[in-house]
C-alpha cells in the first residue's frame, strides 16, 4: 500500500499530466467526476486494480466502472449495441453507466468486472476528468473515492479525509455537480434494466428508449453483486422520515422547515441531490446521530432516497 503522503493536484494541464503520469505507472489516483470524485487506478492493471480494493477496504471484489474518454473508446471494451447507441448519444458525457457484454480482445483486468462477462462503462461529463482519461487513453477503473461503506465524497477534501496516505494524489477541482453516483443501466439483457438508481432519472432514460426500464429486484441479482445494504453510514444512527429532531439529533431538512441543514429550503430534486453527501460529511463529524426529512421519490429523489435508505440500514 501507499505509504507516502497524497500529493494534491490542481486542474491545470501540467498536474494532469502527472495525474496521468502516475495512472499508468500504476498508482492510484482520485479525479472529480460530476457525479462523486471516483478513485483511478489503470483498468489495464491487475495490480493497480487490486490496491483500490486494498485502499478503499472493500471486503469483496465488486465489479468497477470503466471511465473512459468518448464512445470510441468505449466500443474498444464492449460489444455495442443499437440501444448503447441510443443512450449513449441522449446522455453521453454524463451520468450514466452502461452495462455491456465484453469484448473478446478487451485487455481489461478481471479483478475490474469480478470475473463477470460484462463490463460497466461510462463517460464523465465533468471537464478535468475528460481531459485526464484523454491523456491516459485507456480505461480508468474508479470507484468512488471513499473508505468502503462509508460517504461517498463530493470535494477534495472528503476523499483526502478518508484515504490521505493510502493514495498517490488527488485531482482538486472544487465540488461535484450532481453529486449522486451515475445510474446504472444493464443492456446484457433481453430488456434495459435499471441496476442503480442515480444522477440522470430514471424517467428520463424511459422517455428516450420508449419504454419502462426493468426493475433490478424484478431480476436475478447476480447481474449487479456487491450492492450492500449499508453504505454511505455516518459514525451515528439515521433515522428517515421525521418531521423534527429529537433531543441529541440533528436535522437534515428538505423544503422550508426549521432544521441544521437544509438539503434543499426550495425543494428543489437536483439542488438536494448536489448537497446531499457533503451534508451528509457536515452532520457526521459532529458525531451525533442524524434526522432526516422525507425526500419526494420521484425523479433524482429515487437515488436520494436509496443512499439515505443505505445510510440509515443496519451495520454489520
Ligand atoms: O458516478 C459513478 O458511477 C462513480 C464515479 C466515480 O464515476 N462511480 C461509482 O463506482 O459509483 P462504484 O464502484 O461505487 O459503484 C459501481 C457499481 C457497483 O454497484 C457495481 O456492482 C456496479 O457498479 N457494476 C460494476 N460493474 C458491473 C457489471 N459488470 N454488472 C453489473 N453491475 C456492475
Ligand atoms: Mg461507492
Known amino acids: 500500500m501507499h505509504k507516502k503522503n497524497t500529493q494534491i493536484l490542481s486542474s491545470e494541464e501540467h498536474d494532469l499530466d502527472q495525474a496521468a503520469t502516475l495512472l499508468l505507472a500504476g498508482q492510484l489516483v482520485a479525479f472529480p467526476t460530476e457525479t462523486v470524485y471516483g478513485l483511478g487506478a489503470d483498468a489495464r492493471q491487475g495490480q493497480a486494480v487490486a490496491a483500490v480494493y486494498e485502499a478503499k477496504g472493500r471486503p469483496s471484489f465488486n465489479p468497477l466502472i470503466a471511465h473512459l474518454p468518448s464512445i470510441d473508446a468505449a466500443q474498444r471494451y464492449v460489444q455495442w449495441s443499437a440501444q448503447a447507441q441510443t443512450l449513449a448519444d441522449a446522455f453521453w458525457p454524463g451520468p450514466l453507466t452502461l452495462v455491456l457484454p465484453l469484448r473478446q480482445d478487451h485487455g481489461i483486468s478481471p479483478l ?23 491523456l491516459v487513453d485507456g480505461p480508468v477503473a474508479a470507484p468512488s473515492a471513499n473508505p468502503s461503506g462509508r460517504i461517498s465524497p463530493t470535494t ?13 494524489a488527488i485531482v482538486d477541482d472544487g465540488a461535484c ?4 453516483e451515475s445510474t446504472i443501466v444493464g443492456l446484457a439483457t433481453p430488456q434495459p434494466i ?8 430514471a424517467e428520463e432514460i424511459e ?21 450492500l445494504l449499508s453504505h454511505y453510514a455516518p459514525n451515528e444512527q439515521v433515522r428517515l ?15 422550508a422547515m426549521a432544521c441544521d441543514l437544509n438539503l434543499s429550503e426550495a425543494g428543489d430534486l437536483a439542488e438536494a441531490a448536489a448537497n446531499l453527501f457533503g451534508h451528509l460529511h457536515q ?13 419526494p421519490t420521484h425523479g433524482l429523489g429515487v437515488a436520494i432516497n436509496d443512499r439515505l435508505h443505505r445510510a440509515a440500514a443496519p451495520r454489520d
Do not use: C, W, Y
Open 112 to 134: 475490474v468486472t469480478a470475473g463477470l462477462d460484462t463490463l460497466a462503462v461510462r463517460i464523465p461529463a465533468h471537464p478535468t476528468a475528460h481531459k485526464l482519461l484523454a
Open 156 to 168: 477534495a477534501a472528503h476523499v483526502s479525509a478518508g484515504l490521505n496516505g493510502r493514495i498517490a
Open 177 to 180: 455537480g450532481v453529486g449522486l
Open 194 to 201: 435499471l441496476l442503480r438508481p442515480g444522477g440522470l432519472a
Open 207 to 227: 422517455a428516450v428508449l420508449g419504454h419502462p426500464l426493468m426493475q433490478r429486484d424484478a431480476h436475478d441479482a447476480l447481474t449487479a453483486p456487491g450492492q
Open 241 to 255: 422520515n421525521a418531521t423534527q429532531a429529537k433531543a441529541g439529533e440533528l436535522m437534515l431538512g428538505f423544503g
Open 283 to 295: 452532520l457526521d463529524a459532529l458525531n451525533k446521530p442524524i434526522a432526516v426529512a422525507p425526500v
